[in-house]
C-alpha cells in the first residue's frame, strides 16, 4: 500500500461522493496533499481539516468543532472521514465519524508506527476527559486501514521507539512466528515484517471479540500502569514511554507473585532497554493505585489485569482492589 494510491483504496468502500481529511498540522506538512490529490484523482471531493498536534487536541472542544465543520462542509451519511495521523488523530477522527449523523465510515491512514500495528485497529475510538484517557468513545470499525510504511521514513526517532513499545508487547503476547527485535537498527531499516505480525496478532484478537468483552483485554498488556503513570504525568509522558514502564513493572510483579520464571522480566527488560525507553516510575503504589481505580477497565470493586505467563503467552486476571493495592 502506498499514500499515492489511497484514492484507489478508497473505492473500494466507496463510490463517488466526499471525504473529509482530518489530520493535524506535523501531518498536513508531509503529506496532505498527497493524500488530497489521489482522492480527487479518485473522482471524490475533499474537504481538509487541519488541527494543531498533540494528546491535548484530543479533547471535547475539538471534536465539537470537527463535527460542526462537517455539518458546513456538509458531508452526508454516504460519506466518509480519512484519518491521516497518528493515534491521536486516528482516535479523534474515528470518534467523530463514529457519532457524526450517527456513524459515517472513516478510513484509517497511520503515519506512526505505533498507529500502523495497533491505534489503527480494531475501531477503538475516543477523546479524552479531564478524569482520564479515552473515557468518551466508541467502538468505529474503519471500512479501510491504509498502511504505507514508507511514512515511517520521517518519523522522528522518538516516535519510532514510542511504536516499538506496542511491538514489544505483541511478542508477549504472542511470540510464534514474530520478527527478531534484537537489532533495533535493522528493525528500523525494515520494519515490514514487524507491522505485518504485530498488525495480523491484533486483527485475530479483535475478530474473535470487537468489543472487547473477553479475550481482547489481553492487549492491555502494561497498558494499566501505563495509562495510570501516563495521566499522573498530566500527559508529558507519551503514550509508548508510559506503556514501557508498564510492561517491565507487570513483570516484575508477575515474577514476584510467582506467576511467571525470571525469563520474563528479564527478556522484557532487555528488548526494552534495547530501544531506549527508561523504565524507571517516579511515583510511589499509592499513586498508582488512585490513578488504576479511575481507569476505564475497572468493574466495580475489582479490575482485570493482564499478566505474563511466559514469554509469548499471557493471561487475564480478576482482581479485587484490595488485590490490587498488595500487588502494587
Known amino acids: 500500500m502506498y499514500l499515492n494510491d489511497i484514492g484507489t483504496g478508497a473505492r473500494t468502500v466507496q463510490q463517488g461522493g466526499r471525504f473529509a ?3 493535524d498540522e506535523n501531518i498536513a506538512a508531509l503529506y496532505l496533499e498527497r493524500v488530497k490529490a489521489s482522492l480527487e484523482e479518485a473522482g471524490f471531493s475533499v474537504s481538509c481539516h487541519v488541527i494543531p498536534a498533540g494528546e491535548e ?13 462537517l455539518a458546513a462542509v456538509p458531508l452526508t451519511r454516504t460519506d466518509g472521514v480519512v484519518a491521516l495521523g497518528g493515534g491521536v488523530i486516528g482516535d479523534l477522527a474515528g470518534f467523530t465519524a463514529a457519532t457524526y449523523m450517527r456513524g459515517i465510515k472513516v478510513i484509517q491512514v497511520p503515519t506512526t508506527l505505533l498507529a500502523q500495528v495497533d491505534a489503527s485497529i480494531g475501531g477503538k475510538t ?3 476527559l479531564p478524569e482520564g484517557k479515552n473515557l468518551a468513545g466508541a467502538f468505529h470499525m474503519p471500512a479501510l486501514v491504509w498502511r504505507d510504511p514508507a511514512v515511517l521514513g520521517t518519523l522522528p526517532e522518538a516516535l519510532f521507539r514510542d511504536g516499538m513499545a506496542e511491538v514489544i508487547k505483541y511478542a508477549l503476547i504472542d511470540g510464534d512466528g514474530f520478527p527478531d527485535l ?4 535493522a528493525v528500523r531499516r525494515a520494519p515490514e515484517a514487524v507491522i505485518e505480525r504485530s498488525a495480523a496478532i491484533k486483527e485475530q484478537i479483535v475478530l474473535e ?19 495510570a503513570v501516563e495521566k499522573l504525568s498530566a500527559y508529558r509522558l ?3 514511554q508510559a506503556v514501557a514502564k508498564g510492561l517491565a513493572r507487570i513483570a516484575e510483579i508477575a515474577l514476584d507473585q510467582g506467576w511467571c520464571g525470571e525469563e520474563v522480566p528479564a527478556r522484557t527488560k532487555a528488548l526494552l532497554n534495547a530501544y531506549g525507553f527508561d523504565l524507571e ?3 510511589g503504589a499509592e499513586e498508582i493505585f488512585g490513578a488504576i481505580t479511575r481507569d476505564k477497565k475497572r468493574k466495580n470493586d475489582s479490575i482485570d489485569i493482564i499478566v505474563p505467563e511466559a514469554f509469548g503467552r499471557c493471561v487475564i486476571r480478576r482482581l479485587s482492589l484490595q488485590e490490587l493495592r498488595a500487588i502494587l
Do not use: F
Request: negative net charge; charged residues 20%.
Open 21 to 23: 481529511v482530518i489530520t
Open 57 to 69: 487536541q484530543k479533547n471535547g472542544a475539538v471534536y465539537l468543532r470537527l463535527l460542526s465543520e
Open 126 to 128: 475516543a477523546i479524552d
Open 182 to 185: 534484537s537489532d533495533p537498527a
Open 209 to 227: 471479540d470487537a468489543k472487547d468483552l473477553g479475550n481482547r483485554q489481553i492487549l492491555n498488556l502494561g497498558h494499566t500502569i501505563g495509562h
Open 238 to 240: 507519551s503514550h509508548g
Open 281 to 283: 516510575i517516579p511515583y
